[in-house]
């Protein structure tokens, strides 16, 4: 699995990782150690360039929302 999609991932069911990239997304991008070209396309939500970057197709991930599953 790459970074970016595990990164993806985890924002969207770790609570404390989501708070924490939401005041930090670039802390937490340089401690998960993305790529630049990673980097910059989570950044800008460069929709293209994640999916050519994650492997994902379209309808496989929400790109406008964050879906949170914390209890």
């Known amino acids: 699995m790459s970074k970016l999609l ?13 708070s924490e990239y939401e005041q930090d997304p670039q802390a ?4 998960i ?13 460069d929709y293209e360039a994640i999916k050519r970057l994650t492997g994902l197709q379209d309808g496989q991930f929400s790109t406008q929302h964050t879906i949170q599953a914390y209890d």
């Open 6 to 18: 595990d990164l993806m991932q985890k924002l969207a069911s770790d609570a404390a990782l989501n």
């Open 28 to 31: 937490v991008i340089r401690r």
């Open 33 to 45: 150690g993305l790529s630049a070209e990673e980097s910059a396309a989570l950044l800008a939500k």
